[in-house]
């Protein structure tokens, strides 16, 4: 039973990386409705005042985060499970 904890952690990993673009993308909503100053009031703000720089910037630091957190799953995934092995060897 101490092995089964690493093998059911891998499909909560993949799950809560996906969900890291849902948190970071519906935080304009959440900011919207309770008016927290942060990057997705930014994100309305720029949208309202069609500012398409400011709104390129967002883009990209949510792009950024959201391949950062896949990556860092995919870190996690060789640790976790010890049959994934970097560069394809056997």
Do not use: C, H, K
Not at 9 to 22: D, E, H, K, Q, V
């Amino acid at each position: 039973s101490a092995y089964v904890g690493r093998n059911a952690l891998l499909p909560m990993f993949t799950i809560l990386t996906i969900r890291i673009g849902f948190v970071v993308g519906g935080s304009l909503l959440v900011e919207q409705i309770f008016e927290y100053a942060g990057i997705g009031r930014m994100l309305g703000q720029a949208i309202n005042q069609r500012d398409y720089t400011l709104m390129q910037g967002i883009f990209l630091v949510i792009t950024f985060s959201v391949i950062f957190a896949n990556f860092f799953a995919d870190i996690l995934y060789g640790w976790l499970d010890p049959r994934i092995r970097l560069g394809g060897q056997e």
